[in-house]
């Protein structure tokens, strides 16, 4: 029978490391939640595995024992706080989220939660950060205001959910929700990113193989055409200009520099906000991209309200939140209008309609929402449907950039070959003539 190595919390929130002999992990989980532990770690034991009763589960009363002797000796450890670069990836935060929430069902101390959640961090940002809010928790802030003062790791809409969670004594259950809705976004996200490396990725191998041909090729092919007696085509005339300027000029230098450059300029302008919205309208303009980013955005911003609503957060609050996280400035405009008109004792649905950002149905759904007084919930399906129209455009863009890349690559390699013989076909008709 295998043998399973598993971490536990017993009724005072203590971590217990043991063994047990089970026919397979979901009879060993089973079999720890009997004795009144909650699982947090199981693995089957390597190597080879016991017969008879000699690895059934240690006595429960050595563990806290154990326990503690394991606490004092990373007690050291966790205090430590390491030189930390960037940001926390966003599939840490949800993982730490989706923890937390468990732990909170369980009905262990939030402290408690917190520091058996940071045990488990690697070195680094994430880390440092549960360790200071420990530290604000333990000092007699709330997890809200501790978390409020890491905004590099737990932003607004974050802290905001937690602390409605905190109001209605319902955190764990709103810590499931954000992460769901965490989880959603990066799924959402990871799709558009997805969709964009394939034709990324062949275009950077075309353009680097044109270089190469320009640098190599084309300038040997220019010393041959020196020896004809013939003019050259003016495709010709191009391809070698186009060549000598690549091989001498430092052309090269400038294809391959130029996607930093775009980049760069493209972060530096959006610093400002006419240039951030200038960037956002361009986006919109785009065929196909334009959808999905507008589908997106909605998907998005409706998702955010929907869920701070349903946590009980004000409406106007919750617009706010929602307005500084949407991530598009024609978005954000709008929502702001929403704001102004709601607090004048406006509906949502009329602002909104008035933006034209947003299709009719989002619009009429909306309004439905209102006069139901379901609105979160209408928000939430909003956001359910435009994630499914996202993935359909992000299918119908890949099928639309294949025949175009090869297309133009096609015109690409038919430009070359034409320039490069050309001046041959030239010169046997020269030939011809002064043979005839």
């Not at 030189?83 to 732990?103: A, D, Y």
């Not at 959640?117 to 940002?125: A, S, V």
């Not at 790791?153 to 109001?167: C, I, P, R, S, W």
């Not at 799924?187 to 490396?197: D, E, H, N, S, V």
Request: aromatic fraction near 8%; charge should be positive; glycine fraction near 8%.
């Amino acid at each position: 029978m295998p043998t399973f190595q598993y971490e536990a919390l017993n009724a005072a929130g203590q971590s217990i490391k043991a063994e047990l002999e089970a026919n397979s992990s979901d009879e060993a989980i089973s079999r720890i939640r009997s004795q009144g532990y909650f699982p947090m770690k199981i693995k089957e034991k390597a190597g080879k595995r016991q017969k008879g009763p000699a690895a059934s589960t240690p006595a429960p009363a050595a563990a806290p024992a154990a326990a503690g002797g394991a606490a004092a000796k990373k007690k050291k450890g966790l205090n430590e706080v390491s030189f930390t670069i960037g940001r926390v990836p966003l599939k840490v935060i949800t993982q730490f989220t989706r923890q937390l929430s468990t732990l909170q069902d369980a009905g262990l101390p939030i402290l408690r939660s917190l520091k058996i959640l940071q045990q488990q961090q690697k070195p680094g940002l994430m880390r440092n950060t549960l360790a200071g809010v420990c530290a604000d928790v333990e000092g007699g802030s709330t997890l809200s205001e501790a978390m409020s003062r890491h905004p590099r790791v737990f932003d607004k809409l974050y802290v905001n959910m937690v602390q409605a969670g905190e109001t209605g004594g319902v955190l764990d259950v709103i810590l499931q929700r954000l992460a769901e809705f965490m989880e959603k976004a990066q799924k959402l996200r990871r799709r558009i990113r997805g969709a964009m490396i394939y034709p990324t990725v062949v275009i950077s191998v075309a353009v680097l193989m044109v270089t190469a041909i320009m640098y190599f090729v084309i300038p040997k092919f220019r010393k041959l055409f020196a020896s004809f007696k013939t003019g050259l085509p003016k495709i010709t005339l191009y391809l070698i200009g186009f060549s000598h300027w690549i091989a001498h000029e430092y052309g090269w230098a400038y294809i391959l520099a130029s996607p930093f450059v775009i980049w760069l300029l493209l972060k530096i302008i959006g610093k400002t906000k006419p240039g951030r919205y200038a960037i956002d309208v361009v986006k919109l303009k785009i065929p196909v991209m334009g959808l999905i980013v507008s589908k997106g955005t909605i998907a998005r911003f409706t998702r955010t309200l929907g869920t701070l609503l349903s946590a009980g957060v004000p409406i106007l609050e919750a617009i706010n939140i929602t307005r500084e996280t949407c991530g598009h400035m024609i978005y954000e405009r709008a929502l702001q209008k929403v704001h102004d008109a709601i607090r004048e004792g406006e509906s949502f649905a009329g602002p909104l309609r008035g933006a034209r950002v947003c299709d009719a149905i989002v619009v009429n759904m909306i309004d439905v929402g209102e006069e139901t007084g379901d609105l979160d919930k209408m928000l939430m399906k909003i956001a359910d449907n435009y994630d499914e129209e996202v993935d359909v455009l992000v299918t119908s863009m890949m099928s639309i950039i294949e025949p175009v890349m090869i297309v133009v690559l096609g015109v690409i390699v038919g430009f070359i070959v034409l320039a490069v013989f050309l001046p041959y076909v030239k010169l046997l008709q020269s030939v011809g003539s002064q043979t005839g």
